[in-house]
């Protein structure tokens, strides 16, 4: 079973410019998350969504960061404009919804930001 | 919200010996806490997890002990071995699982071989 499947795995870009993420979660998973992990730190909720509807995006900078999940399947994440502040990896995880079910989490996407 | 603290930052054991990993959590209403291991360059992957109506639990050489009254849990691997060293992460959750997961800081174990 393929597992979650993220892309590009390292970006680089100036500040000021746009980026974008993509995650395409386990088959069949409803649930799909995406989190950001700063160096030495956990990894920290953005944004959750239950098929196609963000149920928990309360932690996503709203002004500059955006996400979709338009047919309840592959997830986009996006940043514009990025800033320095936001050197980071960005975890997308999916799970089925079920009680007690694991978090898959795929590789990452680590953003450099100069 | 839940805040979860986690403790040792570094640890460093000889193989073969014990390793320890301590969290404490402050939502009373957290009924599910996973342990994730993370290598370099990987995402999270869960090792083990308690449910809130469980005391303890064993899986091979992991174990996860949970007490609820003091609000804190703590993962146990007994002869510890080189592949056993990356950085080891506690989770809290409510609802089951199916909300966000709120992490430690992280423990980066070392076996000394």
């Known amino acids: 079973e393929a597992g979650v499947v993220q892309s590009p795995r390292y970006k680089i870009i100036e500040k000021k410019q746009p980026v974008a993420f993509w995650c395409n979660p386990i088959?069949?998973?409803?649930?799909l998350y995406w989190y950001l992990q700063n160096l030495g730190q956990g990894p920290e909720l953005l944004i959750r969504?239950?098929?196609?509807?963000?149920?928990?995006d309360s932690q996503l900078p709203k002004d500059r960061f955006s996400a979709e999940r338009l047919k309840g399947v592959d997830s986009t994440l996006k940043i514009q404009p990025a800033e320095l502040g936001d050197s980071a990896v960005y975890l997308c995880?999916?799970?089925?919804?079920?009680?007690?079910?694991?978090?898959?989490f795929g590789p990452g996407t680590r953003l450099t930001v100069l | 919200g839940e805040n979860v603290e986690q403790h040792p930052s570094t640890l460093s054991v000889q193989e073969g010996d014990s390793a320890v990993i301590k969290c404490t959590y402050s939502?009373?209403?957290?009924?599910?806490f996973p342990w994730y291991k993370q290598e370099l360059g990987k995402g999270p992957q869960l090792i083990i997890d308690?449910?809130?109506?469980?005391g303890e639990k064993k899986d091979q050489r992991i174990a996860v002990t949970l007490n609820k009254t003091a609000k804190h849990f703590s993962l146990h691997i007994t002869e510890t071995q080189p592949e056993d060293s990356a950085v080891y992460f506690c989770?809290?959750?409510?609802?089951?699982?199916?909300?966000?997961?709120?992490f430690g800081t992280g423990t980066r174990l070392t076996i000394i071989p």
């Open positions: 995880a999916s799970s089925t919804g079920l009680a007690y079910n694991e978090q898959f």
């Open positions: 088959s069949g998973h409803n649930t």
């Open positions: 969504y239950e098929n196609e509807e963000a149920v928990d």
């Open positions: 939502d009373s209403a957290s009924n599910y």
């Open positions: 308690i449910r809130s109506n469980v």
């Open positions: 989770a809290a959750t409510t609802n089951f699982g199916n909300e966000k997961l709120t």
